[in-house]
């Protein structure tokens, strides 16, 4: 009877033992992934990849397979690399999200984890298929606010060339032609000149530029702070036009992840974590925290968004129907609906934005040009007098 228990004994410490090994073997398999930070990828080179992964999945094939299949098909590159590196994480035990998760550049936090609910609902395909049409609807945003504003910037290049060449060439000609006449300059033309003349100090330039960095460095650590986060994200979420065009993004954002993730059977915790980690607004991540939490309270998700301090980002009628898809059990159909209204609603709100940013470029550039034409021009009309004399 000893004999045996003793034996017992030696296997449960056996046993013990083993996992304890197993369990130092996986810690040091997690601990040996190194991380590339610097690592960034274009972003037509995910949406082909989360693309061809999905319809692989799809298809019954192994995500190892998967990956070395995309791996020679794809282009040799940076991202080439990255596959090559992720899918040897991956054959050597490691999750799908914990071998993405080492190049955080090239997939952000939004991406892992939604990768990481798909493992644990067992849908990946399917998530991957949804979050491949995300990051495109993403890019066209994308191209579509740069489309827009190429004619701005056109036009603020032609008014650099043109002030340019009216301060630095022009006007000192005529700059001559007064000093040697002995005339006084206008008032506006000599402030001109004086700018000018500041302008092309060495040592004034090299202190501006000289502040200008230390400045810009200062306000770059400083953002990276919480009280700097909560201004600068303030004023994105506050600015007329501008901030309705930003919280129509976060929202259409927000509710296509829950649609998703609700949808393909991940819990409405974990949803909210993912939708947390896809925003960096300050008071989004605050509104989708409480939420959490409230929810943990025993809270249903429309209450929880009412009570909150940021509730005035989500609109009356959207938390209605959020109340309403829950009493009908359809919550991640109704979440569909709103991302589809607030992804029609933004590409407005991207026309208005537009649409007030070309008149007051015009406005503004005029100002400055059509000012230097007129400090120009006032002694030319004079010129003749000048020169007589």
């Known amino acids: 009877m000893a004999l045996t228990a003793t034996k017992t004994q030696e296997s449960t410490d056996f046993t013990k033992e ?57 282009q040799d590159g940076t991202f080439k690399t990255v596959i090559m590196d992720v899918a040897e994480i991956v054959k050597s035990g490691e999750n799908f999200s914990r071998a993405l998760s080492a190049y955080p550049k090239s997939f952000n936090s939004m991406f892992i984890s939604m990768v990481k609910a798909s493992e644990a609902s067992g849908k990946m395909p399917e998530m991957l298929n949804v979050l491949s049409g995300y990051l495109d609807f993403e890019a066209d945003t994308r191209k579509r606010i740069k489309g827009a504003l190429t004619y701005p910037i056109i036009m ?27 005339a006084a300059l206008p008032k506006i033309t000599q402030v001109l000149v004086g700018f000018s003349k500041l302008i092309g ?10 502040v200008a960095i230390v400045a810009g460095t200062a306000l770059y650590y400083w953002a990276a702070t919480t009280s700097g986060r909560r201004v600068i994200d303030f004023i994105k979420i506050r600015t007329p036009v501008l901030g309705t065009m930003f919280i129509d993004l976060v929202v259409a954002r927000s509710m296509r992840i829950m649609a998703t993730m609700v949808n393909t059977g991940v819990s409405l915790l974990d949803s909210i974590e993912v939708m947390h980690g896809s925003c960096e607004n300050y008071y989004f991540q605050r509104l989708w925290s409480e939420t959490d939490k409230k929810i943990r309270d025993g809270y249903q998700l429309s209450e929880s968004i009412q009570i909150s301090q940021s509730s005035h980002l989500i609109d009356a009628g959207i938390i209605q129907m959020l109340r309403a898809g829950e009493r009908s059990g359809d919550l991640g159909y109704v979440c569909d609906k709103i991302s589809i209204f607030y992804e029609k609603k933004l590409g407005s709100s991207i026309k208005a934005v537009m649409a007030l940013i070309e008149p007051l470029m015009i406005t503004i550039l005029g100002g400055i040009i059509g000012t230097i034409a007129i400090a120009l021009l006032l002694p030319v009309f004079r010129i003749s007098s000048v020169i007589a004399h």
Do not use: W
């Open 156 to 182: 603020a290049l032609m008014a650099v060339a043109a002030t340019g060449t009216l301060m630095f060439f022009v006007l000192p000609r005529f700059m001559r032609i007064y000093e040697a006449k002995g």
């Open 201 to 210: 100090d060495f040592r004034v330039m090299t202190s501006f530029v000289t």
């Open 18 to 74: 083993s996992n304890s090994e197993k369990a130092e073997t996986k810690l040091n398999t997690t601990a040996a992934i190194s991380v590339h930070p610097a690592v960034k990828v274009r972003q037509s080179e995910l949406i082909l990849f989360t693309t061809q992964l999905s319809v692989m999945l799809d298809s019954g094939v192994v995500l190892s397979d998967a990956l070395d299949a995309i791996t020679e098909q794809a």
